[in-house]
């Protein structure tokens, strides 16, 4: 497939680190040397489909096509107040979709994934013009009393429109299943039966564990998907990689031994946004015109899981 067309959506609320240290112990001081985080969107009376509805419908101006184009729609979120029916079914009644549609919660690599399975339905024939939409509000998973989880994060959507094409160069998705690296539960509707033991726990991060995975997954399936392509580094325009802490990019960027200039960041006024990150960044970089025709782009993304993923774009 080819991506034809990108879209974003922000919650308007701006949380700089100083606001944060008005009610937690933490400070500008900690956050930026350790995270590269200033500020993060933060969703307050918006709800997250309409900002992946606004998203898509950004997307699908920039593709030049009507909902009535699109013949499937996959929806990454990783927590929403909905059980049923899906984000993909609830953002599609908004913006007037009538095509198949799927949810998958792949935390942070979901934008990789979606193109994954869009790319395997079309090589399989059975789609042409493929949406994605990856909406989160990870805000509203974290406790705002444990100031080593909620600094970190971010709300918001990303979209884009893939449509027929070669440009998908290659994909990799790994799995490392670790579920107690990062996790969160919400209870169920209790019954007269249920004996076992449930809790509402917000999100439980073993930080430093997260950082060494993050690290080494993404250098490890870099540089496995560039080799399995025949694409050498040198060729490669430009990183994507989920925006989760800028100290992770750096050390991503010094293993692989590449430039600062290939890697674009948004990191320092958005937080970690899930897997809203990467098509954020991609729209972005997309509306500054900072990609050429026939640029290599690598995305690279890891988390709950533990998964990540990597893709070869041409651009
Ligand atoms: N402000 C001030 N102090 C804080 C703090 C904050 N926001 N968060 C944690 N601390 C404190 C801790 O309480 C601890 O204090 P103590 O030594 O008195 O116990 C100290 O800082 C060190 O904590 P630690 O967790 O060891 O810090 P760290 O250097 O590992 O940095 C992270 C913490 C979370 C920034 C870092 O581990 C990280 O970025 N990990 C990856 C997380 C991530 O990106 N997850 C999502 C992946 S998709």
Known sequence: MRIIGTGSALPKKVVTNAMLS??????DEWIIPRT??????????ERVE???AEAARKALEQAGMQPGDIDFFICSNVATEYVTPGMSCIISAK?????PCIDINCACPGFIYAMDIAETYYQAGKVHNVLIVCAEEPSRMTSWDDRSTCVLFGDGAGAAVLTEGNNIRGIELHSQPDPDKIWQTKTLVPT???TKEEKDVPLQM???EVFKFAVSASTRDVQSLLKKVGIEQS??????????????????KQYLGESDEKFPTNIADHGNSSSASCPILLDECNR????????ILVFSAFGAGLLSAVAVVEW
Do not use: W
């Not at 008005?22 to 400070?27: A, I, P």
């Not at 500054?288 to 640029?295: I, P, Q």
């Open 95 to 99: 913006i007037g979709l009538s095509c």
């Open 22 to 27: 008005e009610f937690l112990d933490t400070s």
């Open 50 to 52: 309409d900002l992946g």
């Open 192 to 194: 007269p039966f249920v």
């Open 235 to 252: 060729q490669v325009a430009y990183y994507m990689v989920h925006q989760a802490n800028l100290r992770i990019i750096d050390a991503i």
């Open 206 to 208: 073993k930080g430093r």
């Open 36 to 45: 590269g985080i200033r500020s993060r969107h933060v969703i307050t009376d």
């Open 288 to 295: 500054k015109g900072l990609f050429n025709k026939g640029d």
